[in-house]
């Protein structure tokens, strides 16, 4: 009994008038066999398969650069950021450093000014200074350089700018220099001295 599975020898299409080994197609003056068809169609089947495969590998290639892409940029902007914060921290460290310089020479200045002042200059304004952080109805005692006992006696007898005490008592230390003053007035004493005043500087400049 015959196979009704097998393939025809002839196949059936629009247009086409088969015989037994080949069929012509009356749109176009051609003879193919039908066996050349069926590889044919699988050519083409095939065609479309390995181009759909090559489609998807290509997808899959774009979205795998795509991700690289954007790892290496997200990197990139790390290490930008670790240089921004490397180097502000830099500047930090000069401006510091820079800071640091200008105030010791700023102080150093302002130290050979006033060593170079007169002594009576700088006494005069030392007192001035002390004196106006002092309460004047309470008695006080003045420590001057030996040297300066007597300008300090004759400034007292002077003075008129500021509010002085009744009650004032002068007394002398050859440990300070020339133009400094020690301010006693109960258990508040003023260093109205030149360390004292250039370490003040230093504070103001380092806030």
Request: contains cysteine; aromatic residues 4%; proline residues 5%.
């Amino acid at each position: 009994m015959p196979d009704d599975t097998a393939l025809p020898d002839t196949t059936s299409l629009p247009l086409s008038r088969l015989t037994t080994d080949f069929y012509t197609l009356t749109a176009a003056p051609c003879i193919i066999r039908a066996a050349d068809y069926r590889v044919l169609a699988d050519s083409q089947t095939l065609k479309a398969d390995t181009e759909q495969l090559r489609l998807k590998m290509q997808s899959e290639l774009n979205d795998e650069i795509a991700i690289l892409r954007k790892n290496a940029q997200e990197e990139l902007a790390c290490a930008r950021t670790q240089i921004l914060l490397e180097t502000r921290q830099h500047c930090r460290e000069v401006i510091t450093h820079l800071d640091a310089d200008i105030t010791a020479l700023v102080c150093h200045t302002i130290h050979i000014l006033l060593e170079d002042a007169p002594t009576q200059n700088r006494l005069r304004a030392a007192l001035r200074g002390g004196l106006c952080r002092t309460k004047p109805q309470f008695s006080l005692t003045l420590t001057v350089h030996p040297d300066q006992a007597d300008f300090l006696h004759q400034w007292l007898i002077a003075e008129e700018t500021i509010p002085l005490p009744e009650d004032i008592s002068v007394d002398t230390d050859n440990s300070l220099l020339p133009g400094d003053c020690l301010i006693r007035q109960g258990k508040q004493v003023i260093h109205a001295t030149l360390d004292n005043q250039l370490t003040v500087l230093k504070r103001i400049f380092s806030a």
